[in-house]
């Protein structure tokens, strides 16, 4: 039996402009919409530890893949340290 998820793919995005609210009457509002900035992860609008507590309920256990690093290594260094930090603290 196959497991229900195998691999992640972490990615942050935050609003360059506006509001949520504001985001949600574009008509572009679904995937890259154009107030939406690729961001460091961590630090933009998603929410890990909703994230990391679905993963760990439905039983993953698989890999993740980063979308990072657009501004420098450095930026990706930190989204890996900010991924590492979740693992360990949902799955010990």
Same mark, same amino acid.
């Given at each position: 039996m196959l497991p229900r998820v195998v691999t992640m793919h972490?990615?942050? +995005? *935050?609003l360059k402009f506006g509001t949520l609210e504001d985001l949600r009457r574009q008509p572009d509002?679904? /995937? *890259?919409?154009? #107030?939406l900035c690729h961001?460091? !992860?961590?630090?933009?609008m998603?929410? *890990?530890?909703? !994230? %990391? +507590?679905?993963l760990k309920g439905a039983g993953f #256990?698989? @890999? =993740?893949s980063i979308e990072? /690093? =657009?501004? /420098?290594?450095d930026q990706l260094e930190r989204s890996v340290a900010f991924l590492k930090r979740? %693992?360990?603290q949902? @799955? /010990?």
């Open positions: 972490a990615s942050d +995005r *935050y509002s679904v /995937g *890259y919409a154009k #107030q961001g460091e !992860i961590g630090k933009g998603n929410d *890990y530890d909703a !994230i %990391f +507590r679905m #256990q698989g @890999w =993740v990072d /690093g =657009v501004d /420098g290594f979740k %693992f360990t949902h @799955w /010990g």
